[in-house]
């Protein structure tokens, strides 16, 4: 069982930056792929990041490549996600994910784990 907690949310300016971390607990995070999602209001939760196991591999989606960087440090059971360049439509609450595989997925429907998420504000 893994529990993990997101933290770093907040209200921030278009153009600002926000780091967000995901805590996690249980011994075998180190051998999971983690990923960031986020939901905006009315909408469906969507995929944002993701990193494999020794943070070999990263994707992301399109509208946060060269803005956002994931990243993490088994060491202190946690991931993050650098948010750069924020922009209004970057609105939502971000939720970190962990998957019972090492290898990094798009799909919502492969993550075995969630945090309870944590509201990110962009002002225009």
């Known amino acids: 069982q893994v529990q993990l907690v997101e933290s770093g949310g907040g209200l921030v300016q278009a153009g600002e930056s926000l780091r967000l971390s995901c805590a996690a607990s249980?011994?075998?995070?180190?051998?999971?792929?983690m990923g960031w999602f986020r939901q905006a209001p009315g909408k469906e939760r969507e995929f944002v990041a993701a990193v494999s196991w020794n943070a070999g591999r990263t994707i992301y989606v399109d509208s946060v490549k060269g803005r956002f960087t994931i990243s993490r440090d088994n060491a202190k059971n946690t991931m993050y996600l650098q948010m750069n360049s924020l922009k209004p439509e970057d609105t939502a609450v971000y939720y970190c994910?962990?998957?019972?595989?090492?290898?990094?997925?798009?799909?919502?429907?492969?993550?075995?784990?969630w945090g309870q998420g944590t509201q990110v504000t962009v002002s225009s």
């Open positions: 994910a962990a998957r019972r595989y090492n290898i990094v997925s798009y799909s919502i429907l492969d993550y075995d784990y």
């Open positions: 249980g011994r075998t995070f180190s051998s999971y792929a």
